[in-house]
């Protein structure tokens, strides 16, 4: 990583409960600006019976990690070091394994498995998503945008992170003649230019938020606009071929 500064751990309790551990820590995002800020509370764990899998404190923790992405525009990185390997372990190091870091900063989705099954029957199981930290080592991330999960890519998969809504603009004009039905669509879209059906739905969703295509009675369609006079699509407009 380019520009990567490393400062010394905050004396603060990372689900930031307290108002003068948000009062430090909104301080040193205004003073440092940074683009990503890790959080490792293997002191927490350790020390205490907190854990994530506690309904209130993921609540509590999601809600702080979010509204701190939002505000100062950062990128959070929550780090959880299991040392145990058993369910019910006799002693908390049992079968020490490593750590594992996780890279979600969606509200209500930080590396959550509810503590009561029962109490929340109609929620879905969210599972981590995680890797084992053996050693250093670089990696791609790829956002779902529904989900805000960002999941590892391989290097060969590059150009999935790179499509954008202009290309399945431009995949309607160009092999549908702007008119195409969405599942169809999707189908169709995902197998030529390489991406899952999933991916290809979520950029049409991105274009129809920019006004860049529209869903007229269950047709997809590039939308139009008059400039100067002159009708144009909304992708031409946008400055796509």
Same mark, same amino acid.
């Given at each position: ?67 701190? *992405?939002?505000?100062? @525009? ?39 498995? @509810? ?6 029957? #109609? ?19 790829? @956002?779902?945008?529904? #989900? ?12 999935? *992170? ?15 003649? $702007? ?38 009675? $269950? ?11 002159? *009708? ?6 946008? $400055?796509?071929?």
């Amino acid at each position: 990583l380019e520009n990567l500064i490393l400062v010394r751990p905050l004396e603060i309790d990372f689900t930031l409960d307290r108002e003068e551990d948000r009062g430090k820590l909104a301080w040193w995002l205004k003073t440092y600006q940074p683009d990503i800020v890790i959080f490792d509370p293997v002191a927490d764990f350790v020390g205490t019976e907190k854990s994530l899998s506690d309904d209130i404190l993921a609540r509590k923790t999601a809600k702080s990690l979010s509204a701190m *992405a939002r505000e100062f @525009r950062v990128f959070p990185i929550l780090v959880l070091h299991f040392k145990k390997e058993s369910e019910d372990p006799k002693n908390i190091f049992e079968k020490p394994h490593g750590s594992k870091f996780f890279v979600n900063s969606a509200v209500a989705q930080i590396c959550i498995e @509810r503590a009561d099954k029962q109490k929340y029957e #109609a929620v879905k199981r969210i599972h981590c998503k995680f890797k084992l930290v053996t050693d250093v080592f670089t990696f791609l991330l790829l @956002r779902d945008r529904e #989900a805000l999960w960002y999941s590892e890519i391989e290097k060969d998969e590059m150009r999935k *992170a790179k499509l954008l809504p202009k290309h399945v603009v431009n995949f309607l004009l160009e092999k549908c003649k $702007g008119r195409a039905v969405p599942t169809i669509f999707y189908e169709i879209a995902g197998e030529q230019l390489g991406c899952s059906q999933k991916q290809i739905k979520e950029l049409v969703k991105l274009a129809i938020d920019q006004g860049l295509i529209e869903k007229k009675q $269950g047709i997809l369609i590039p939308l139009i606009v008059k400039t100067r006079g002159k *009708a144009r699509t909304g992708a031409k407009e946008a $400055g796509f071929s």
